[in-house]
């Protein structure tokens, strides 16, 4: 069975920085892996995957060039590594499992999800 436990978050001023991090157990190095974000009265958006290699990543347009998605499968660890965030950046992040090898965009594609860690960017 697989468990993901989130960690990382927390309180930041606009324009900083924060690096998510995600401990994986059961399968990992096969499995695409994605983070997504739900603010409140909000549905869970996507935010930005990575496929099992590592070789390919997807990132929803609003974080792009300023947040970051790796892996080290070795490790079973994904992270996201988010810079110059914005109030709007605002939201609970869920690291997630997908079904798949590849990086998907869908929160359908996606059987395993972490409990999500609270990110606060103040303006």
């Known amino acids: 069975q697989v468990q993901l436990v989130e960690s990382g978050g927390g309180l930041v001023q606009a324009g900083g920085s924060l690096r998510l991090s995600c401990a994986a157990s059961g399968l990992f190095s096969n499995t695409g892996m994605g983070w997504f974000r739900q603010a409140p009265g909000k549905e869970r958006e996507f935010v930005a995957a990575?496929?099992?290699?590592?070789?390919?990543?997807y990132y929803t347009n609003s974080v792009k060039g300023r947040f970051t998605i790796s892996r080290d499968n070795p490790k079973n660890t994904v992270s996201l590594q988010m810079n110059s965030l914005k109030p709007e950046d605002t939201a609970v992040y869920y690291c997630?499992?997908?079904?798949?090898?590849?990086?998907?965009?869908?929160?359908?594609?996606?059987?395993?999800w972490g409990q999500g860690t609270q990110v606060t960017v103040s303006s």
């Open positions: 997630a499992a997908s079904k798949y090898y590849t990086a998907r965009i869908n929160t359908a594609d996606y059987n395993y």
């Open positions: 990575i496929a099992g290699s590592g070789g390919s990543t």
